[in-house]
């Protein structure tokens, strides 16, 4: 698996400057020798504030249990549509999933994952809590949580490294 990440995400407010790029939802991959149709999918880690101590904190959900990979734990986001830009499936994600509003700041990485029959390139973006006190739309849960606390939930396997990745380089993003 690799993973290509952006050089220097710092979380501030002069990180605000949003990349549009479209999607080629054509593009087909191979797994295990069979081609696949590669599904374009938005990840949103979701940064703001919270505690006495104003500690950063990252938003996640739990997946339905009747669902693919259902029961793990995950950076919220979804399909991007064929109209949409990255940034735009996210907000409009987020806000079907849970009901708050967000700000995606920067991508920091995209990562190619494959699963049985598909295969899925994940675009992580660093997004910004606006407002909306999170609600379970469509999900099975959610938690604001900090990150070295991501080690005690069980997560989808492609977000792994992205999760070491946040952890170890804590003080570069946070």
């Known amino acids: 698996m690799e993973l290509h990440y952006r050089d220097e995400v710092k979380w501030s407010e002069e990180n605000t400057k949003m990349t549009e790029f479209f999607i080629d939802h054509n593009e087909t991959h191979r797994y ?4 696949t149709n590669m599904i374009e999918v938005g990840c949103a880690i979701i940064r703001a504030k ?10 996640i959900a739990q ?10 734990w995950e950076f919220p986001g979804g399909k991007i549509e064929a109209h949409e830009t990255v940034e735009e499936c996210l907000v409009r994600e987020i806000q079907e999933e849970l009901g708050v509003q967000i700000r995606p700041v920067q991508l920091f990485c995209i990562q190619d994952h494959a699963y049985p029959g598909k295969t899925v ?6 997004c910004d809590w606006i407002s909306g006190a999170p609600v379970r739309r469509d999900c099975h849960d959610f ?11 069980n997560f989808i396997p492609a977000d792994t490294e992205i999760i070491n990745e946040l952890i170890r380089e804590r003080k570069r993003y946070f």
Do not use: C, Q, S, T
């Open 50 to 59: 919270r505690g006495d101590g104003k500690e950063p904190h990252i938003l």
């Open 143 to 153: 938690h604001w949580v900090r990150p070295e606390e991501m080690k005690n939930f």
């Open 63 to 72: 997946r339905h249990p009747g669902a693919f990979l259902g029961g793990y």
């Open 32 to 35: 295990n020798g069979a081609v």
């Open 121 to 126: 390139r994940l675009h992580f973006y660093f």
